[in-house]
Each structure stands twice: as structure tokens, then as C-alpha cells.
């Protein structure tokens, strides 16, 4: 079946610009989450979103980050105002957390250069 | 402490060697472990799960020792194609689901 997709794959943006990221999760997870991998270093965990509940925001590092996600479905990651220093891949991940044991399974990854 | 911590390598290997990795998690609460294997600018991508009892998927061996908070992992007869970077993940309910992400152990089988 279809996995996780994310587009675009790579954006190269102006520094102060704002830019939208998508994610489309595997049909039927209840759970997406949003990461960041700056080159060479780990994944940095962002936000969470699973059902109807709050999303868990407590990764995202500045008001510049907000995400929205409509039901169980799509999901956007917007960076306002963008700083060289958010350039990194970002990569949305879903998992059905109707059943253990929650692996999750991650998209392609957007490549996000800001000049 | 990191919640989830992992020698970060490289592993430098001959092709048909064993190795193993392990990876040490600080949260007892935790109740989900897994694997990660990701290819150089490649995203995460699941390898196995780790349960209790251990398990093994081919050439691959994955241990979970609660007592002492530790998973390891067992790769035989390494191949060239193993090359990459190991991820050990753990699942803590308690927090919503969320996986933790180990730093990642380097391998990298040579001819």
C-alpha cells in the first residue's frame, strides 16, 4: 500500500521568507509526527498529533513553527520567517496507535534550504 | 543523562564479520523497542521490532534485557549493503505514544 508522503522534496527559500511543508500519512494512522534532522546530527522530534487530542507542541522550537493537521489526515508544518539555521530535513512520520506496538513509519523527508 | 543512548561508532567491519550493537534507555516505564536502520540522507525506516522474549529476522537478532535497561542488536555474515546508520527507538505509553530516538550507531561493512 501507500506509504507516508511529504512534498515538496526539497525547497530552497530566502531567509525571512515563510514556507509550508505537507505531509499525507498512511491511510487509517490515527498518529503523525513531525521531525527535524539537521546534516549529520539526529532526529529532533517537533509535534504530535494523535486523534482528536491536543497535539503535543513541546518539540517545536520557536513561535516561527505551528502545524496543523484536519482530522486524520493531511498535515502542514509551517515555518514563519525562516533562519539559516532551519535548514535541515523535515520528515513526517504516522503510526496507528490503535494497535501495539506503534511502529511508526516515516515519509521521504523535505530537504529545506534557507539562503 | 540522554533517554535513549547509543555508542555513536563508526563500526568499521569486514564483509561476513558479526557484530552488535547495544543501546541503554533510561526510562523504565518504557514498553515499545525497536530498530531503525537510515541510509545516508535517506529517511529512518523500521527494521524490527524487539520483544521480550528476543527475536530474529534472518540475519539480524535483536535482545531486550529489561532488568538491566538494555537492547542489542546482532547482525551476522555482515554484507556491504549493510552499510548504515543503526537508530534504537523506545516507546514510552505513558507519553502519548511518542518514540524516543536514539543518536544512531554508524556501520560500515568493508570489502
Known amino acids: 500500500g501507500a506509504g507516508v508522503s511529504q512534498s515538496p522534496s526539497n525547497k530552497v527559500t530566502e531567509k525571512g521568507k515563510d514556507v509550508e511543508l505537507r505531509c499525507d500519512p498512511i491511510?487509517?494512522?490515527?498518529?503523525l509526527y513531525w521531525y527535524r534532522q539537521r546534516l549529520g546530527q539526529g532526529l529532533e522530534f517537533l509535534i504530535y498529533f494523535q486523534g482528536n487530542s491536543a497535539p503535543d507542541k513541546s518539540g517545536l522550537p520557536s513561535d516561527r513553527f505551528s502545524a496543523e493537521r484536519t482530522g486524520e489526515s493531511v498535515s502542514t508544518l509551517t515555518i514563519q520567517r525562516t533562519q539559516q539555521e532551519d535548514s535541515a530535513v523535515y520528515l513526517c512520520?504516522?503510526?496507528?496507535?490503535?494497535?501495539?506496538?506503534?511502529?511508526?513509519?516515516f515519509g521521504p523527508g523535505t530537504r529545506l534550504t534557507v539562503t | 543523562r540522554k533517554e535513549v543512548e547509543q555508542d555513536p561508532g563508526p563500526f568499521n567491519v569486514p564483509e561476513g564479520a558479526t557484530v552488535a550493537f547495544n543501546c541503554t534507555y533510561s526510562n523504565s516505564a518504557s514498553q515499545s523497542f525497536f530498530w531503525y536502520r537510515q541510509d545516508c540522507r535517506k529517511e529512518p525506516k523500521l527494521l524490527m521490532s524487539?520483544?521480550?522474549s528476543g527475536n530474529e529476522d534472518g540475519r539480524f537478532t535483536a535482545q531486550l534485557n529489561r532488568a538491566s535497561q538494555y537492547i542489542s542488536l546482532l547482525i551476522r555474515d555482515s554484507k556491504l549493503s549493510d552499510s548504515a546508520t543503526y537508530l534504537c527507538?523506545?516507546?514510552?505509553?505513558?507519553?502519548?505514544?511518542?518514540?524516543?530516538f536514539g543518536g544512531g550507531t554508524r556501520l560500515m561493512v568493508k570489502p
Open positions: 512520520a504516522s503510526s496507528n496507535d490503535r494497535a501495539l506496538p506503534y511502529e511508526q513509519y
Open positions: 491511510s487509517g494512522h490515527t498518529a
Open positions: 527507538v523506545v516507546n514510552m505509553y505513558n507519553a502519548g505514544n511518542m518514540l524516543t
Open positions: 524487539v520483544y521480550s
